[in-house]
């Protein structure tokens, strides 16, 4: 299974980006999530959904973001509004045991 990611980019305080995650390869109903590491910060996870429900927020990005899933497009995204300059960071998928190779947020004031 190979995950790749896209669609951080630089935006302005206050605005939106959508990330997605396109899964190759049949990976099940594993656990799936977005983590993010700003500079000189361990990984810390966003957002996660596990067994296709149950799904649960850092409290930092609750009621700004949104994570989904398309059974169809085999892909895993993360909608994030309302952005803060803290949500600066390098974005990575995680679906099981693999993960995709990151793409970069940047949030400006």
């Known amino acids: 299974v190979q995950l790749q990611a896209s669609g951080g980019g630089l935006a302005q305080a206050g605005g939106s980006l959508r990330l997605s995650c396109a899964a190759s390869?049949?990976?099940?109903?594993?656990?799936m999530g977005w983590f993010r590491q700003a500079p000189g910060e361990d990984r810390e996870l966003v957002a996660s959904m596990i067994g296709g429900g149950h799904i649960d927020y850092a409290a930092s990005v609750k009621g700004r973001f949104t994570i989904s899933r398309s059974v169809a497009e085999n892909t895993l995204s993360l909608q994030m509004n309302s952005l803060k300059p803290e949500d600066t960071g390098r974005y990575y998928c995680r679906i099981g045991q693999y993960w995709g190779q990151g793409t970069q947020v940047t949030v400006s004031s």
């Open positions: 390869g049949n990976h099940g109903n594993y656990a």
